[in-house]
């Protein structure tokens, strides 16, 4: 990952970033290796993991994500989540009085991520969830920063609150009723056919180990994790644009 002479505009002194420490954070990130068994040529692993966790505190590598969402303001919005599976680990990352977006279901300690890509593909915002959450409790959150427009979601976002929330903004949802309701909502087959823009987003994000088992403890740096991957995504779409 060529990162140049990049460096946080949150980050002073001796936070200032390098491309070695970038590309040791993209590696575990990508490899979903642990810190210890960093290759040296990236510096000390603690150097690494230290700077990682900083950096996630401070939500710079959310901001990155989003950043390039302010440039494009009359974006369309896809929503759509993805549930996660942990492993019995992070069970002991949950304290009492923390929210670590650890949830139980069916497939035992889940976690949901939530994301608003845009409509030429990356991902504008994130946010997680306990898996057993429900799309329509986090859906006003994600989409409460962005501008007015045309969001496209499924069937598990069905929610005339959210309908009408995306209507007060100045917006107009296109989401498809609940085969259960009497009035069906219809929507344009062009508009809904976008939504395989979300599903290969989380296609992209699962080829991170990282990302495709959630391992961290912590909600925060499991988001960043998720960032990460999610910024390469857009390095990717802004040199393969005409």
Known sequence: MRTGGWSSPCCRGRTRASAGVVNGIYHVVRTGAWWRDLPKRHGPCTTVSN????????????????????????????????????????RRGQK???????????????????????QDGP?????????????????TL???????????????????ALVRFVTECGGEAHIPTQSRMRLQRCVARDLYGKRNLVERVFCRLEQFRR???????????FLAAVALASTRIWIRAIESAP
């Not at 710079?60 to 369309?76: D, G, K, L, T, Y």
């Not at 009492?96 to 845009?118: E, F, N």
């Not at 991902?123 to 859906?139: E, N, Y």
């Open 51 to 90: 700077r990682f966790d900083l950096w996630s505190k401070r939500g710079v590598w959310q901001n990155a994500v989003e950043e390039p969402a302010r440039r494009a303001p009359q974006s369309m919005p896809l929503i759509e989540s993805s549930i996660i599976r942990g492993p019995l680990a992070r």
């Open 96 to 118: 009492a009085g923390s929210d670590h977006a650890i949830g139980h279901s069916r497939g035992g300690l889940t976690t949901r991520i939530h994301a608003v890509v845009d």
């Open 123 to 139: 991902p504008v915002r994130l946010l997680l969830t306990a898996g057993q959450a429900s799309d329509k409790t986090v859906a």
């Open 142 to 160: 994600l989409l409460g920063a962005l501008p007015p427009s045309q969001v496209v979601a499924d069937r598990g976002h069905d929610s005339m």
């Open 211 to 221: 990302t495709a088992t959630c391992v961290d403890k912590h909600a925060d740096t």
